[in-house]
């Protein structure tokens, strides 16, 4: 097991046991820490964490999301989190990101006019664009496709 640690970390059968279903902020009794869910799905639960920062965990988190992200920090300028902390195992795993300040896409879609959405639009393909660009690190150049840690593509 990767344990790396920059931060205080919660313990992730604590979140669980202390679940309060319906409802899409969570309070640990005991720490009084308040959490939002922002997603659940496919065996990951990504949570906003104290306001502070997110934490993303569960059965499909994967060593290669960190080594993803470092890659993609490395090599362009396309904005996202920050790791701070990371506890992968073989069966699960848990990342603690920073915040990116700012109100969700999809909670103001519906009120963009469609020139604004096409740039929105516009700009996510630019950001994709610079992804595509991103040179095969040397160490993985034997590989016709792998994951960003050397892995095997999980989707072929």
Partial sequence: MTFHLHMK???WARL?????????ELRLMRRKDVMTVLSKQGGRLVLER?????????????????????????????????VI????SDRSGEIGMTTIPGTTLESLWDKLNRETKKSICH????????????????????????????????DL
């Fill in 9 to 11: 970390i919660s313990m």
């Fill in 16 to 24: 669980i046991s202390n679940w309060i279903k319906h409802s899409s």
């Fill in 50 to 82: 104290d306001y502070s920062y997110v934490s993303k965990g569960g059965t499909a988190v994967r060593r290669f999301e960190i080594e993803a992200m470092k890659l993609v920090a490395k090599r362009t300028s396309v904005p996202l989190p920050e």
């Fill in 85 to 88: 902390y990371s506890l992968i």
């Fill in 123 to 154: 700009e996510t393909w630019d950001q994709i664009a610079k992804l595509r660009e991103i040179p095969q690190p040397p160490a993985l150049r034997q590989f016709f496709q792998c994951l960003a840690d050397g892995s095997p593509t999980l």
